[in-house]
């Protein structure tokens, strides 16, 4: 986002002299429509009368209105903007509030130590420049109906989007994990946020995972026709994994493809690896079998037992975002990043690192060992007609940015 220093912003903190210094500290980074509020009160009354900021600079630990119940507030506000949370309180207790913040659906950007640094702060609003942010009308999820997401999915407005991962060590192509979006003849690309929810609730969720499939094995035998070979990584849910008929299904949708199944693989969530673990088992074993890998996606963020990694034949290891952006610089992500790999190493599992956002996350990926990564500073999701045209700038980019730990180059 090119004009991202033309958005509003709104700071809040009980300490007039730390309004001062966030307010020239933004001014000289180039912000102009700077809003300021010593409370969390006073910050409320701006956001009722529908000054709505993209961009809210909050301390957490103010009286009368603490920095949990205001973001509370501004999940009952809808809010639809970027946080950045100021504070003196531990990392522990700041990242306590982030993670909050990030359940109560609220984009969170990071948060920075009193005293705040320029360059620090600077570098975190750099962000922005890479993000595309939400638009300030309310979340369109709540305006559709199932039948009409039904009729999405069996006329085709349903597509795939290819976001590209690399082997850390060496910077070579390792394939890409498939984004479904809805390309909405109204409201133009819908994320999934706004109607996988609503699939999940209403039945529609096999269905939606089988039109994925299907336009990704369409999409690689379009690439494998023009020379290049993909591997090709998709999400799917708790009603796939309980479908007995699964393995089947996809092995003939491969065979029908002419691709092979060596080049999918399925992401199962963490989370979701507790219940009806039989079927579960009984299922991703024929997976398994029929030589289609298998990932646990956002690593970190369930509740699943070192046993039940250690019974399902997972073949990757993806380690969530939360443990990846800004961990050089957190000993609490680096403690759980590190113990993550380790427990891949010993179950013989690829580690993946997921929302890789900036040089400096590379780099401490590549001194710890990582295997492969994806996330914003590599290449966003793209469509199928990007990727070629990405892959060799990415080869060029290796070279041109000295990224690599070691002489060998990319695919």
Known sequence: MEDYKALPVLVVDDEPFILNVLRHMLGQLGFEAITTAGSGEEALQILNAGELPQLILLDINMPSI??????RALVTLGY????????????????????????????????????????????LLATLSTRTLPSLSPSKASTYEPDILQTAIASGELV????????????????????VRWLHP???????????????????????TMNVLCNTFRQLRLWQDSGLTVKAAINISMDDLNSLSFPDDLAKMAKDSGVSTHDIQL??????LIPNLATVLDTLSRLH??????????????????????DLPFDQLKIDKRFVHGASGNPTAQAIFIASTDI?????????????????DWDWLQQMGCDVAQGYFIARPMPAEALPEWLEHWRQRVHAE???SSPTGPD
């Open 80 to 123: 639809p903007g970027s946080l950045v949370l100021v504070s003196g309180e531990s990392e522990r207790a700041l990242s306590a509030v982030m993670r909050l913040a990030d359940v109560r659906g609220i984009n969170v950007l990071g948060y920075l130590k009193k005293p705040v640094a320029p360059d620090a702060l600077g570098e």
């Open 160 to 179: 795939n989007y290819f976001q590209p991962k690399v082997n850390v060590q060496t910077g070579a192509f390792e394939g890409v994990e498939v984004l």
């Open 289 to 310: 079998l029929k030589r289609i890998a298998l990932a646990v996606d956002d690593f970190g963020t369930g509740y699943s037992s070192l046993a039940q990694l250690s």
């Open 186 to 208: 109204r409201d133009g690309l819908v994320y999934p946020d706004d109607f996988i929810p609503l699939a999940e609730d209403n039945g529609l969720i096999q269905a939606l």
């Open 402 to 404: 000295d990224l690599l």
């Open 344 to 360: 891949a190493n010993q179950l013989a599992m690829e580690t993946v690192a997921e929302g890789v956002e900036d040089r400096a």
């Open 267 to 272: 992401e199962v969530t963490e989370r979701q």
């Open 66 to 71: 603490d920095g949990v119940e205001f973001i």
